[in-house]
């Protein structure tokens, strides 16, 4: 893997788990049962996974 692809698909991973912690650090789930806003950290994770698996699906150009 060329370091171009590496440092976009980092990039995009650490802003999705930048937003995923924001998400559960500043959202209303107190029981726990909705995954993406019941803590920071596992906000952190779902927005992670969420960042790579949209840079992994998304066409690349040329």
């Known amino acids: 893997m060329p370091?171009?692809?590496i440092l976009r698909l980092?990039?995009?991973v650490f802003g999705g788990a930048a937003l995923g912690a924001l998400l559960g650090w500043f959202g209303q789930c107190s029981?726990?049962?909705c995954p993406l806003?019941?803590?920071?950290w596992r906000g952190?994770?779902?927005g992670g996974f969420?960042?790579?698996i949209a840079t992994l699906s998304a066409?690349?150009?040329g």
């Open 3 to 5: 370091s171009a692809v």
């Open 10 to 12: 980092s990039l995009v």
């Open 31 to 33: 029981s726990g049962t």
């Open 37 to 40: 806003a019941a803590t920071w």
């Open 44 to 46: 952190a994770l779902y």
């Open 50 to 52: 969420l960042g790579l």
């Open 59 to 61: 066409p690349r150009a």
